[in-house]
């Protein structure tokens, strides 16, 4: 019995290790990833309202490494949401004067 014991204490330690190297790597990335999702919503806000295609489209014009960003439209607003779910996201509104402008950062 003590045999198992020590087997789950260990599962356990290394699971939380595991969990905690995820964490420090995802702080780690938080500047590029807000830059990855500021850049892809302006490129989508573009491709959308300017380029007049469908938002499905515009992830075609994504640079390579792009690729967890997922992108919502609202129409009524006329703007473009990129986000790398529960870690960055960046909203653009399109404006027919000044084209695609980032939200202010809050």
């Known amino acids: ?3 198992r014991s020590k087997i789950g204490w260990s599962l356990l ?3 939380l290790l595991l969990a905690a190297g995820a964490f420090a790597y995802i702080r780690s990335m938080q500047p ?3 830059l990855g999702v ?5 490129v989508a806000c573009a491709c959308r309202y300017i380029g007049n295609r469908p938002l499905a489209q515009c992830y075609a014009d994504f640079e390579p490494g792009m690729e967890p960003i997922t992108l919502t439209d609202d ?3 006329r703007t473009v949401t990129a986000s790398v779910p529960l870690i ?4 653009v509104t399109f ?5 695609c402008q980032p939200e202010p950062l809050r």
Do not use: V
Not at 88 to 91: I, L, N
Not at 95 to 99: F, V
């Open 95 to 99: 404006d027919p004067e000044l084209g």
């Open 75 to 77: 129409p009524a607003t």
């Open 32 to 34: 590029q990833l807000a």
């Open 88 to 91: 960055a996201s960046r909203s």
């Open 13 to 15: 330690a290394i699971l």
């Open 1 to 3: 019995m003590k045999t």
């Open 38 to 42: 500021g850049y892809g919503a302006r």
